[in-house]
């Protein structure tokens, strides 16, 4: 269904105008002045604000002042306007491509719907200015800890390819390139030619920087730029999203912006500072010609590091041959023949001793136990009486208490045993038996 723009009549009136935007619809809509005025009144109640910015169009006209404001970094840009009691302090104090800040509030003319930032106060910003801001960050950055040592990377002592940032066609990109291959010319070089000064130099560094740390073979990067006035050099390398992504790259960072004078925050905050572009050749690269002549000087001192100990083991060698032992080496079999016969008497000598001692102790052992034995007692005439005790088995007599006429006993004497019947007993009044005898 096509939208037909209403007559006057049928527009709605202000009565039946919806009191606010949420209550508008296909059926209801707010008049397109009404949106307009609703719009202006929510912007005039937003309060001045001080905006930083680059000047990039600046016209007087009957006294009044006709501005473009754009974004540092980003492409944002506002017209802006100052009316005749602003803009007349504002003649030859700035001028297009300035860098300003201005404290101004958005206005928008409801005929055209054209927003524009009304000026009520405009001022360069300072070299002084940007240079405080900076010292700021500086101990900022300094306590959070990214310019410490303990962060350093250490550069390669020999890179397989050099990530190199600089301007596109720069001096400081033929320098190092040019002073690099003199030192060591298979060197390789992965380079990215951005924006060194400007609003946008910050960004595209910093997006060359994450390209060449996430590259395989770069192992380590170099930002270089040359001299040049010290808002070109300083400001552009002291941007804090510059510095927090040369903290967290993982590839050893080498910064070498300017000259020896010149201190950005990206000398801090990178692994090596050098102090010119040119001089970061020989933090990057050994010196090929003095490598090689090191390498010459090595082989000289091994060569006769080793002829002299050659020398060594051949007199070592002469004089042993020249010692008795070798000019006559059965006297050591001789000796050690000698030696053998002697410890061999000695062993055998001792083997003897031994036995004898062993045999001696065996025959006095035997006699004991034979003089101790049951057999040697009886042999002297004595005789073991035994009896048969029903539930108790064979004990033998030692008490003649103990029995009674008609025990049948056996005798054990020296030679055989035989069996005999007690007719008399004869017990010993004055014997005490011991504990546990029958």
Same mark, same amino acid.
């Given at each position: 269904?096509?939208?037909?723009?209403?007559?006057?009549?049928?527009?709605?009136?202000?009565?039946?105008?919806?009191?606010?935007?949420?209550?508008?619809?296909?059926?209801?809509?707010?008049?397109?002045?009404?949106?307009?005025?609703?719009?202006?009144?929510?912007?005039?109640?937003?309060?001045?604000?001080?905006?930083?910015?680059?000047?990039?169009?600046?016209?007087?006209?009957?006294?009044?002042?006709?501005?473009?404001?754009?974004?540092?970094?980003?492409?944002?840009?506002?017209?802006?306007?100052?009316?005749?009691?602003?803009?007349?302090?504002?003649?030859?104090?700035?001028?297009?491509?300035?860098?300003?800040?201005?404290?101004?509030?958005?206005?928008?003319?409801?005929?055209?719907?054209?927003?524009?930032?009304?000026?009520?106060?405009?001022?360069?910003?300072?070299?002084?200015?940007?240079?405080?801001?900076?010292?700021?960050?500086?101990?900022?950055?300094?306590?959070?800890?990214?310019?410490?040592?303990?962060?350093?990377?250490?550069?390669?002592?020999?890179?397989?390819?050099?990530?190199?940032?600089?301007?596109?066609?720069?001096?400081?990109?033929?320098?190092?390139?040019?002073?690099?291959?003199?030192?060591?010319?298979?060197?390789?070089?992965?380079?990215?030619?951005?924006?060194?000064?400007?609003?946008?130099?910050?960004?595209?560094?910093?997006?060359?920087?994450?390209?060449?740390?996430?590259?395989?073979?770069?192992?380590?990067?170099?930002?270089?730029?040359?001299?040049?006035?010290?808002?070109?050099?300083?400001?552009?390398?002291?941007?804090?999203?510059?510095?927090?992504?040369?903290?967290?790259?993982?590839?050893?960072?080498?910064?070498?912006?300017?000259?020896?004078? @010149?201190?950005?925050? +990206?000398?801090?905050?990178? #692994? &090596? /500072?050098?102090?010119?572009?040119? $001089?970061?050749?020989?933090?990057? =690269?050994?010196?090929?010609?003095?490598?090689?002549?090191?390498?010459?000087?090595?082989?000289?001192?091994?060569?006769?590091?080793?002829?002299?100990?050659?020398?060594?083991?051949?007199?070592?060698?002469?004089?042993?041959?020249?010692?008795?032992?070798?000019?006559?080496?059965?006297?050591?079999?001789?000796?050690?023949?000698?030696?053998?016969?002697?410890?061999?008497?000695?062993?055998?000598?001792?083997?003897?001793?031994?036995?004898?001692?062993?045999?001696?102790?065996?025959?006095?052992?035997?006699?004991?136990?034979?003089?101790?034995?049951?057999?040697?007692?009886?042999?002297?005439?004595?005789?073991?009486?035994?009896?048969?005790?029903?539930?108790?088995?064979?004990?033998?007599?030692? @008490?003649?208490?103990? +029995?009674?006429?008609?025990? #049948? &006993? /056996?005798?054990?004497?020296?030679? $055989?045993?035989?069996?005999?019947? =007690?007719?008399?007993?004869?017990?010993?009044?004055?014997?005490?038996?011991?504990?546990?005898?029958?």
């Amino acid at each position: 269904m096509n939208y037909q723009e209403p007559h006057a009549k049928d527009r709605p009136s202000l009565a039946t105008i919806p009191p606010s935007s949420q209550d508008t619809s296909a059926e209801t809509p707010w008049p397109l002045s009404h949106f307009s005025g609703k719009l202006r009144a929510h912007i005039d109640r937003v309060t001045p604000t001080w905006v930083e910015g680059q000047l990039v169009e600046f016209t007087m006209r009957n006294g009044t002042a006709w501005m473009t404001l754009r974004d540092l970094e980003q492409e944002v840009s506002f017209n802006a306007v100052a009316w005749r009691n602003v803009a007349g302090t504002l003649d030859g104090v700035v001028a297009p491509g300035s860098r300003v800040v201005a404290l101004v509030k958005p206005s928008l003319y409801e005929k055209s719907g054209r927003l524009s930032l009304v000026t009520q106060q405009m001022r360069p910003v300072g070299l002084g200015d940007l240079l405080a801001r900076i010292e700021q960050l500086k101990q900022q950055l300094a306590a959070e800890g990214l310019f410490d040592a303990s962060r350093k990377i250490p550069l390669p002592v020999l890179p397989t390819r050099i990530g190199l940032i600089t301007g596109r066609d720069s001096d400081a990109l033929k320098d190092i390139v040019r002073n690099v291959h003199s030192r060591w010319a298979a060197a390789q070089f992965e380079i990215r030619e951005v924006a060194t000064q400007g609003p946008m130099a910050a960004m595209e560094v910093a997006a060359a920087l994450q390209d060449l740390d996430a590259h395989p073979q770069v192992d380590v990067i170099v930002i270089a730029r040359g001299g040049g006035a010290l808002e070109e050099v300083v400001l552009p390398f002291s941007d804090e999203r510059l510095i927090r992504a040369v903290s967290a790259a993982r590839t050893p960072v080498v910064s070498a912006i300017g000259h020896e004078a @010149d201190r950005p925050l +990206l000398d801090e905050v990178a #692994d &090596v /500072r050098a102090s010119t572009p040119t $001089g970061s050749a020989k933090l990057l =690269v050994p010196d090929e010609a003095l490598e090689r002549e090191n390498i010459s000087q090595a082989r000289a001192r091994m060569s006769q590091g080793l002829e002299r100990r050659l020398q060594n083991e051949s007199e070592w060698l002469r004089s042993v041959r020249t010692r008795p032992v070798l000019a006559r080496p059965e006297e050591m079999l001789t000796v050690r023949r000698e030696d053998l016969l002697g410890l061999r008497r000695r062993a055998l000598v001792s083997a003897e001793a031994s036995v004898t001692r062993a045999r001696d102790w065996v025959q006095h052992t035997r006699a004991r136990v034979t003089g101790l034995s049951p057999q040697s007692t009886l042999d002297r005439g004595y005789a073991v009486v035994q009896v048969s005790t029903p539930g108790v088995g064979t004990s033998i007599v030692r @008490d003649a208490g103990t +029995l009674s006429p008609g025990h #049948d &006993v /056996r005798v054990m004497v020296a030679a $055989g045993e035989f069996e005999a019947q =007690v007719t008399a007993v004869h017990p010993d009044p004055d014997h005490e038996p011991n504990e546990g005898q029958a």
